[in-house]
Nanobody
Framework: QVQLVESGGGSVQAGGSLRLACAAS????????MGWYRQAPGKQRELVAD???????IYADSVKGRFTVSIEYAKSTVYLQMNSLKPEDTAVYYC??????????WGQGTQVTVSS
């Protein structure tokens, strides 16, 4: 059973930083790709970063230059480093994985709150 567990959310002031982690219960090479998504209150879930395992990462325009994805394959963990946070980054952040033969799989989400 594939499980994704996000951590690292919290409350920060505008301009601050947070690092989110998404730990998978299986090797990341079980997935074609992964992604970070977010959902703000009253809004649809949106893509933050689209990750090709062993390949490149594409960022949403709204976070480009501020957010960075890194991967630690030995720990089956994907990180989202978020710098220069803005109040509009406030949302629940989710990790998603697309399996080679199944999925998608979603984590439970972690809350990020940025105050002005």
């Amino acid at each position: 059973q594939v499980q994704l567990v996000e951590s690292g959310g919290g409350s920060v002031q505008a301009g601050g930083s947070l690092r989110l982690a998404c730990a998978a219960s299986v090797t990341l090479f079980s997935f074609n790709g992964m992604g970070w998504y977010r959902q703000a209150p009253g809004k649809q879930r949106e893509l933050v970063a689209d990750i090709i395992i062993g390949g490149s990462t594409i960022y949403a325009d709204s976070v480009k230059g501020r957010f960075t994805v890194s991967i630690e394959y030995a720990k089956s963990t994907v990180y989202l480093q978020m710098n220069s946070l803005k109040p509009e980054d406030t949302a629940v952040y989710y990790c998603k994985a697309i399996g080679l033969r199944a999925g998608p799989y979603w984590g439970q989400g972690t809350q990020v709150t940025v105050s002005s």
